[in-house]
């Protein structure tokens, strides 16, 4: 063997014992997702060591101004690589429309490195829930829009047990095969599995990012219903995520949802609470990037934390949910809502009241963070009242409708179970709605 083959042949078996090391391979890039400007503000974005950041945005946002537009600028200042994830509740764009939007976006902000073909299309409250052909389409409009500028994520789909049918069509309508697929794998966070990413896997012949995730410390869609707040379970869910990037080395990105809790959002998986305390799973986040910043050879493996717990270290990989975590019966995770926008704006109280003899409701709505804008919406029956709302940051308003005679008639004898007020953001991508009855 001559002395070049002999080096080339050391080198070859150099970079197979590389890829054997557990941790090593399998070390994704972390990003975060929060689509509040103030992230850019955030010392734990500083200071971690995060390497991307991500917006959820409406499908349109690239034909018309919003918050996003400052959030972006903000990302593009500071050189944050973006991953958008364009979305809404409405009805589906035509491929055109969305892929001119796309351009827009692109043409404004080359900070966007990376675009979700829609975000979590199998989601029921997403317009193609039932069209999996459409968001393959989404996905090729996305791949023409960035060209060489940027790369089109495929899929993108909730980790549900349905997944497998949907993710099946959706690689059927294909007519590309995807360099990067991505998933949102809440379920293999919340039960400790991993069928939703070995199912993306099997699908992927490239690479499968994490394109949203996190651990999950609650969902509850009504009082009476979805998961308790568990802040230790939610952590051990992170650690979970960790443990399934580094033995699964194709998995090249992943993407935290939430730096700060909204307690008026029924889904929560955010790192910091309201009053922007820690909570246990920012430990685990600290854990696993501060070791990539300071100690690039490894962790301590299993280091004690003050609350008892044990922090997977760099190379160390669970194989089932740590000892004593409670692991709660599967609940549906696709009737979350999730604002794209910093402006949050909500409806005050679990219910809304007719009185009868007045045949009049008030309604409360309440804006947090920033300026908000939206449309208000009551209904009886088939009668319908909707008007347009705008409030400033941290105000309270109050909306007094009256009702027509036949809907509040309606209303008060319970002949029917049409009635009801929502409030959506002018954003379009994130509503709430509460029953409407008589007093």
């Not at 589906?92 to 892929?99: G, H, L, Q, R």
């Not at 379920?187 to 394109?211: H, I, N, P």
């Not at 696993?288 to 962790?299: D, H, M, N, V």
């Not at 669970?318 to 004593?324: Q, S, V």
Request: hydrophobic share 40%; aromatic share 8%.
């Amino acid at each position: 063997m001559t002395a070049a083959r002999r080096l080339t042949a050391q080198l070859l078996l150099l970079l197979a014992a590389l890829v054997a090391v557990p941790g090593t391979a399998g070390a994704a890039g972390i990003g975060m997702s929060d689509g509040r400007p103030v992230l850019f503000d955030s010392q734990y974005l500083r200071d971690f060591n995060f390497q991307y950041v991500r917006l959820v945005l409406p499908w349109d946002a690239g034909v018309r101004a919003g918050e996003w537009d400052t959030w972006l600028a903000r990302a593009s200042a500071q050189g944050w690589p973006v991953l958008i994830a364009p979305t809404g509740s409405g009805p589906a764009p035509s491929v055109a429309a969305y892929e001119a939007s796309l351009n827009a976006l692109l043409s404004r902000y080359p900070a966007i490195d990376s675009i979700e073909g829609w975000n979590e299309p199998n989601h029921g409250g997403q317009p193609t829930a039932g069209s999996p052909a459409l968001a393959a389409a989404y996905f090729e409009a996305a791949r023409r829009a960035c060209g060489s500028r940027c790369a089109a994520v495929a899929g993108n789909l909730l980790d549900a047990d349905s997944m497998g049918d949907y993710l099946s069509a959706y690689r059927a309508a294909l007519t590309t095969e995807p360099a990067v697929w991505g998933i949102h794998n809440y379920y293999d966070s919340t039960y400790f599995r991993d069928k939703g990413v070995k199912q993306m896997l099997a699908v992927a012949k490239g690479e499968v990012w994490f394109t949203e995730t996190g651990g999950l410390v609650s969902f509850k869609p009504t009082p009476t219903s979805g998961l308790p707040e568990d802040e230790h379970r939610a952590a051990d869910g992170l650690r979970w995520l960790f443990s399934l990037t580094k033995t699964n080395p194709r998995v090249t990105r992943m993407y935290l949802y939430g730096m700060w809790q909204q307690p008026w959002n029924a889904f929560d998986s955010a790192l910091l609470r309201v009053d922007n305390s820690e909570r246990e799973g920012m430990a685990v986040v600290r854990a696993e990037l501060g070791a990539r910043q300071t100690s690039p050879e490894g962790a301590t493996s299993g280091q004690a934390k003050d609350n008892g717990t044990l922090v997977v270290g760099k190379d160390e990989v669970l194989h089932g949910p740590p000892a004593g975590t409670p692991v709660y019966p599967t609940v549906a995770l696709d009737g979350r809502s999730k604002s794209a926008s910093s402006a949050v704006l909500r409806l005050v109280g679990k219910r809304v009241e007719m009185r009868r003899e007045t045949r009049r409701v008030t309604v409360t709505v309440r804006c947090a963070l920033a300026d908000c804008s939206g449309r208000l919406t009551v209904r009886a029956g088939t009668w319908r009242y909707s008007r347009s709302v705008a409030l400033k940051a941290g105000a309270t308003r109050n909306v007094r409708v009256r009702l027509p005679r036949r809907a509040a008639s309606s209303l008060a004898a319970h002949k029917t179970s049409r009635a009801g007020v929502s409030l959506c953001e002018a954003a379009g991508t994130a509503c709430s709605a509460v029953p409407l009855i008589r007093r």
